[in-house]
């Protein structure tokens, strides 16, 4: 079986464009950050966490990990508002690729398993 490795990518739906900058970060159910970065130009942003990074001793975890999105700081940093301050999903890691698309706009949010 592949290791787990997650990625994400953010979109802003209010515009209809990718969201270039947003903080995200990913921890463990035990509050242990696995990885973080900001989204890139096209939203993007791959390897929060690959193989050996989910585990400690004894492998990669699987089970329970949320995704952080600093969605308030973002929205501020273009003066826009936003209701929430962060977005938080959680999802449940297994074996292999996860990517996590979050669709984004100042009030309102989805979210998916993505391919």
């Keep these: 079986m592949a290791p787990p490795t997650v990625s ?3 979109l802003d739906a209010a515009f209809g464009r990718p969201a270039a900058g947003v903080g995200v970060r990913l921890e463990r159910a035990d509050g242990i950050v696995v990885g973080e970065g900001r989204t890139d130009e096209d939203g ?3 390897d929060l966490g690959g193989p050996g990074d989910f585990g400690g001793p004894g492998g990669p975890a699987t089970g329970a990990h949320r995704l952080v999105f600093a969605t308030g700081e ?3 940093g273009q003066g826009r ?3 929430y301050p962060e977005v938080v999903v959680t ?3 297994g ?5 996590v698309p979050l669709l984004l706009s100042p009030f309102a949010y989805s979210t998916y398993r993505g391919s």
Excluded: K, Q, Y
């Excluded at 074996?95 to 990517?99: A, K």
């Design 8 to 10: 994400t990518h953010v």
């Design 44 to 46: 993007r942003l791959g």
């Design 74 to 76: 973002w929205f501020a």
């Design 81 to 83: 508002e936003t209701f």
């Design 91 to 93: 999802f449940t890691l």
């Design 95 to 99: 074996d292999g690729h996860h990517h």
